[in-house]
Every structure is written in C-alpha cells, then in structure tokens.
C-alpha cells in the first residue's frame, strides 16, 4: 500500500469544500457524472479512430444508492486511470483545480452560480470518505484503490476490479444523508442528466403489481442521449420539434415556431429556441430556457446572459463558452455573453421576417399569440424594433393586420389633422367601446384594436419612433373632435345659455371619479350626452399601473372624465327652453343684479389703477373688496338656481344615466334608480 499526502496549501481545504456553495451541494453529482461521461466519451473517440482495439461492450454510467452503507457509487466503464494517473489527476491536478477555484471565489460565494471547476473534489462536499476503484483501458493494466477520508491524507492500494473503467464511491456524511433517498437521487439525475450524451442508468423501471412496486428486468435510463438540438435540422421533422418540445414541457401548449441555433464560430453556440403562445401576464412566461454546457445541465435561470424579452422564449441554448462560474453581474460584461446575446437576437428577429414575407398568412394567424413577445422587444431592444419595424402588425377593430407602413398609407388621406399630424384611432375594448367605434367607422375612419398587455408602452414608442404620429383612443374626445381638422361647426346656442347648461347638468361624483361638464355644439344626431376620458391622463394612469417606475402619482389620481353636453340636441335645447320658461325671471334678475355689480367693480377698478399705490385709501380697497364678494355671491346664487332646476329634471339625470351606461359605468344602487325611473317614464 501506497500513502501520502496530497500538495497541500492549507492545513485542511475539505471543511471549506463543505461549507463552499452550501446551498448547491447536490452539484457533486454531477461533477462526478460528468467527469464519468468523459471517460467514457474518450474511449468511444479512441476506439473510433482506432486507438482502442477492445470491445466497447455496455458503456452505460450507472449509479445506485446502497442505504445500509451510505454509499452513492458513480460507475463508469471509461478509460479508467492507471496508478500513475490516479496520482496526476486526484492529487495534484484535480486537487490543485479546486485549490485554485476556493481561491478565487473566497470572497463571492454566494454571487457565484458556479458549478464547473470544482470538479471531481466536490465528492468531499458529501462525504467523509471518498473511494476511487478504478482499472485503466491499457492492457494489462492493474486495478487500484484510492482512498481519502477528508484530511490531506490519502492511500492508495492494489485491488480488484471486473474490467476497464471506474467507481466512484461516496461515503455520505450525517448531514448529507437526504441524498441516500433513492428518489431524491433520481431527480437529481433528472435535472442535470437528462440530455447527456451516455446513458444513465439508476436501477431499474418500475412496475405496479399485487399491490405495490417492483423492480423490472429493464434498467432505468434516466436520459435521451440524442437530444434534437445536437441532431442536424434536415434530419429533423417539425414532429421531431414538437416531441422535444413536450419532452422539456410536458405540460406547455404546442409552440408557434421554433429556430435551431447552431454556430461554431466564434463561440460555440447550438440549442432549439421555442416560440410560445402568449396571450399575456408576461411575468409567468419568463425564464423557462434552459442552459446547457455540452449537454449537462447548468441553470434555468438565463437572465443577464439573453436579453430580458428573449427570457419569454422556450427551449435549450447549449455553450461551453459561457463562463457559469461567475456572477452574474460580470456575466453581462463578458465579450462571448454579449456576442452570443446579439447573435440570439439577430435570428429571432430573422426567422419572424421569414415567415412574415414566405408566409403572411400564417404569420397573421399567430400574430395575436406572438405580438407580446415582439412589443416586449421592441419596447426594450433598440436593434430588434428596427428589424421589427418591417414585420410587426397592427390589428384593426375589424380584424385586418397591417404593417407599419401599409397602416400609414391607409390612414394618410383621411386621418390626418391640422396639424400635419397622422392621427391613430384605438380602442381597447371592441365591446365596452362599440358605440364610440362605430361613430369613429361612421366618419371614414380606421380604428385599431389595442388591448394587449404592453399596449400602452407600444403606443408611446411608436409615437417617439415615427415622426408626426398621435395615437387616440375613440372614447378620447367626440367624434368630430377626434382629428383636429379646423372645422367648425355653427352653435344654434348663445354662449350664455350654454354656460347656464354647465351647471344644469353638473353632477357630482359619487365613486372615485371627476367629471368636467363641457358644453358643445355636435351633430343634432349625436347623443344629448357623452362621456370621453382624456388620452393623456389615461394614459398617464395605465402607464404606472403596468408599472412605469416613478409615475405612482397618477396611479392615485380618481379616473377624470368630460361629460359633454350636446347642444345642438334636441333633448336639450328643450331643457334649455324649460329653464328659462320656469327660472326666466329669477334668472333675469340675478343677470340685472350681476351686471351692475360688474359695471361698478369696473369702475371703481379703473379709478384705481389710474391712482398710485399709497394714493388709493382703505376705504376704497375695502369697498371694492365688498363688492366682489357680492359678485361673487350672486354668481353662486345663480349656479344654486340652475342646479336646482337640473337636479329636478327626470330627463337630465336619464340623459347623464345613458352617457354612464353607454360606459358600463352606472352600476348597483344608481342603476336602480335608472331602471325605476325608465319604468317611470314609460
Ligand atoms: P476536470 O474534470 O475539470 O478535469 P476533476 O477534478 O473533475 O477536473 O477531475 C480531474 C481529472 O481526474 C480529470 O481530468 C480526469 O483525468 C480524472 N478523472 C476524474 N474522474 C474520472 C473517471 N471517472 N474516469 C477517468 N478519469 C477521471
């Protein structure tokens, strides 16, 4: 029997091996499977180039738990290790590796990911002994027993081993005995072996039978050894895409395209990148892609290493040249990151264009289910929205995409307003905004269907990409006022009647909205009253409920509306008619009373300024002061007269009542009153 000591720094590296990556302790298995694969990847190499003339027979890597022993065994038949070499790469390289690694990462350990360097010395993160058996391909090579307890020490002794290749044998420690739980184990296996390149076998296929199960003949392959992405994409079906699809989300709809990335310079990139459908609620879609370093799991948490838009896609991405040992902060800086970033990007938005100009249909038909991840990237990727600025679509309210452009030409003649400005109809709601649409058709004009989650975002990045472009929505403003042409209509009503109308038909509100009485001259076909809600602050108001940082102010702000009162009505020009008929005398006095006491404010007002500051006495000052409190008096009695009159009118409150209901805004005890006084009316 050999001993020695392994060329230690440190008294003792294996209880900061322990206490290193606590939370990732489970890596070691795959440390330990990966280095097993490679062994056996190398003999099939040589054997292939015909540096290894035996048989390869079964090279399966087999793992199996014995819980009486507290052992994890990991073997493999590979190219195993001759003594010589067992002393190379266990006590100097593989020891100084992780030396290497402890050292560098001292001070991060919790920012690391890093999972790939420590390499085979994690063993020791689980175990108080560690066992290598192992028999090297070379003929007439003798088998040897390496054995570390955990302290510097280690011995190595002749031994027996069946044939070539090598276990690996865990004496699992108190603390880690959950990992001697045979299920535990499997999903593990699951997780990062799943697509590695030999089988895994951990014992055998179960079965239900008389009761309970129990093991079969066959042995449990934990892997797909030829996962499609490492496969060539004409040897593959859409089928193939699909069945690899269900194999990484069993439980996911089938995708709506996919792309097959495969780049050997200058980095190392291949993977199966997914389009989901994705209706909304952005956040629940993100971060399924999962990373693979030649085919062993790393992470599923790509963010920092593709674009945040790009995290909405599914699928794989397989590198060896994403650094994963390090944080993610410096991931972002890294040169091959950043290539590889750029370069994901660059196909996704190629492939859209493909199938936009080989296949409008289809990419019409999937438009709906596609456009939050193209508005995502446009919103949030400079380079993407220019490329997507030739593809992505816009939908009308009847269900027609355009382009861009194509939506420009269609709109220029019509829609444009005083002010050169193209101005774009939307509406977000076909049903709850069908009436305001309908009027908006009526006129000629085209009106867009906007009701995705990243709308409203979109909205303003247009505006600040196309030059000389407004989006408004329909319920924004009457109709006539929509686009701002310069036309003007004449008003059958005086302006003082119409001030009167303000507060006939003022009312207050009773949930948390405002509501600012306008009074206009409309079409007499047009309704008595509309509602319309001002484009700005709406817009203001969603903006920081979608969550745009610093804009909470607006979030608090009750909902404002304009209720508009059409004078050229009907309905109300008989309310108007009416009031002067029953208030005409209180009101003509109150006028009387209002304009002497404008004249005299005028005049004393004139004196006044003619005079210099100190040469105006108190007694002028306080009279002057009396008399606009009396204006102001008289105002408000006039306001009390009129609203008086309105909330007396049945038909004015119906006339408000329909503008609400045309909203879906008059609800519970208001609605009530609104059927009762309807029954009442008829
Ligand atoms: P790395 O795998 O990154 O080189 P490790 O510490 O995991 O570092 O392993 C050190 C070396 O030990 C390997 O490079 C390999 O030569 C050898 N080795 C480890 N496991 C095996 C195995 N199962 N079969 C043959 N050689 C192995």
């Known amino acids: ?11 003792n590296i294996f209880p900061i091996i322990k206490k290193f990556l606590y939370s990732d302790h489970e890596i070691f298995l ?23 003339k035996g048989e390869l027979g079964d090279i399966a890597v087999r793992v199996a738990v014995d819980g009486k022993k507290k052992t994890i065994t990991v073997s493999d038949c590979g190219i195993g290790m001759t003594r010589e070499e067992i002393d190379r790469y266990l006590n ?45 391909y070379i003929d007439g090579s003798e088998a040897a027993k390496w054995s570390c307890d955990g302290s510097p020490e280690f011995t190595i002794e002749d031994c027996e081993r069946h044939g070539r290749g090598t276990d690996v044998v865990l004496h699992v420690d108190e603390e880690s005995k959950e990992f001697l739980e045979a299920d535990k184990i499997e999903k593990l296996l699951k997780k990062y072996c799943k697509f590695l390149p030999v089988d895994i076998i951990f014992g055998k296929e179960k ?125 972002q800086s890294d040169s091959n990151v950043k290539k590889i970033s750029s370069h994901i990007t660059k196909k996704v938005a190629d492939r859209l264009s493909d199938i936009f100009k080989n296949n ?90 906007l009701d ?33 042409r310069a036309e003007k209509r004449e008003s059958k009503m005086p302006e003082e009647k119409c001030e009167d109308l303000k507060s006939v038909f003022g009312i207050k509100s009773k949930s948390n909205e405002m509501f600012t009485v306008m009074v206009e001259n409309l079409d007499e076909n047009e309704a008595p009253v509309l509602l319309t809600q001002s484009e700005f602050m709406r817009r203001m108001k969603e903006m920081s409920q979608v969550g ?73 000052k306080d009279d002057l002061e009396k008399l606009r409190k009396e204006l102001a008096d008289i105002e408000t009695s006039r306001r009390n007269i009129l609203e008086v009159f309105g909330a007396g009118q049945q038909t004015v409150k119906q006339m408000i009542d329909l503008a609400l209901l045309s909203n879906n805004m008059l609800r519970g005890e208001e609605l009530d009153a609104f059927v009762k006084r309807s029954v009442g009316l008829l």
């Open 207 to 331: 079965e239900w039978k008389d009761g309970k199960m129990v093991d079969t003949e066959k042995d449990n392959v934990i892997n797909n050894t030829k996962p499609a992405w490492t496969v060539k994409p004409s040897e593959l079906t859409e089928d193939d895409y699909r069945k690899f699809y269900r194999e990484l989300y069993p439980a996911g709809d089938d995708p709506l395209f996919n792309i097959h990335l495969n780049v050997d310079y200058p980095f190392k990139l291949t993977g199966i990148l997914y389009f989901p459908k994705i209706k909304n609620n952005i956040e629940i879609q993100k971060n399924k892609i999962q990373l693979y370093s030649n085919q062993v799991f790393v992470t599923d948490s790509v963010e920092g290493i593709v674009p945040e838009f790009l995290t909405l896609l599914h699928g794989v991405l397989d590198s060896p040249d994403i650094p994963l040992n390090v944080s993610r902060s410096y991931l």
């Open 30 to 52: 795959r440390e330990l499977i990966s280095n097993a694969v490679d062994a056996t990847q190398k003999l099939k190499t040589m054997a292939s180039v015909g540096d290894y």
């Open 548 to 620: 745009g940082g610093g804009m909470n102010f607006y979030g608090e702000l009750p909902d404002s509306y304009n209720l508009i009162v059409n004078s050229n009505h009907k309905l109300v020009v008989q309310i108007s008619d009416r009031l002067y008929a029953e208030k005409g005398t209180e009101l003509e006095q109150n006028n009387t009373e209002r304009n002497r006491l404008e004249d005299e404010i005028e005049f004393m007002e004139k004196e006044q300024i003619r005079k210099k500051e100190e040469e105006v006495s108190q007694t002028e």
């Open 360 to 449: 409008r249909e289809e990419f019409e038909r999937k438009w709906d289910n596609l456009k939050l991840f193209i508005e995502y990237g446009m919103i949030t990727e400079e380079k993407f929205s220019d490329k997507a600025s030739m593809f992505a679509l816009l939908k009308n309210t009847d269900d027609r995409y355009f382009t861009l452009d194509e939506y420009k030409d269609l709109i220029k003649e019509n829609q444009t307003d005083k002010n050169k400005t193209l101005i774009y109809l939307y509406a977000t709601d076909k049903t709850g905004q069908f009436g305001y649409i309908d009027k908006a058709k009526a006129k000629g004009y085209d009106v867009l269907l």
């Open 452 to 484: 995705g989650q990243l709308d409203v975002h979109l909205i303003n990045h247009l505006e600040g990409k196309i030059k000389d472009i407004r989006f408004v929505r329909v319920d924004s403003d009457v109709v006539d006022k929509l686009i701002d």
């Open 1 to 11: 029997m050999q001993t020695g000591k392994i060329g230690v720094t440190t008294e």
């Open 92 to 136: 100097q390289i593989a020891f100084s590796s992780a030396n290497d690694f402890l050292d560098k990462y001292k001070d991060q350990s919790s920012s690391i990911i890093g999972h790939f360097g420590l390499g085979f010395y994690s063993a020791f993160m689980v175990s108080d002994k560690v066992e290598v058996i192992t028999k090297s």
